[in-house]
């Protein structure tokens, strides 16, 4: 069955960097749309970036120019570059992997990682 399984959260002070990483297994990246999510407590979980099986990249307003998405098809990694962090961007942080190519249409996630706690400190 698919894992995906995130790594590299951990808290820093507000404008730190923190870099996240989601491994798959029997999943291959390179041929579908993945995405980064997020859930602060009482929220709903919201995409923050996504690409494309051809690396196009998308971004929620409130990342954009921050945060970087990209993956390491030979890795099969997918990545969450994430700077000038804020401490509104605390949050448990998810990977999601869909079985479409494009990451514009209204599909969900097939797949999700177990999810990464940042934590973002004033």
């Known amino acids: 069955q698919v894992q995906l399984m995130e790594s590299g959260g951990g808290s820093v002070q507000a404008g730190g960097s923190l870099r996240l990483s989601c491994a798959a297994s029997?999943?291959?990246?390179?041929?579908?749309?993945m995405g980064w999510f997020r859930q602060a407590p009482g929220q709903k979980r919201d995409r923050i970036a996504a690409?494309?099986?051809?690396?196009?990249?998308s971004y929620a307003d409130s990342v954009k120019g921050r945060f970087t998405i990209s993956k390491d098809n030979a890795k099969n990694t997918l990545y969450l570059q994430m700077n000038s962090l804020k401490p509104e961007d605390t949050a448990m942080y998810y990977c999601?992997?869909?079985?479409?190519?494009?990451?514009?249409?209204?599909?969900?996630?097939?797949?999700w990682g177990q999810g990464t706690q940042v934590t973002v400190s004033s």
């Open positions: 029997r999943y291959t990246y390179s041929s579908y749309c």
């Open positions: 999601a992997g869909y079985l479409v190519r494009g990451c514009s249409g209204p599909y969900p996630p097939s797949y």
């Open positions: 690409i494309d099986s051809g690396g196009s990249t």
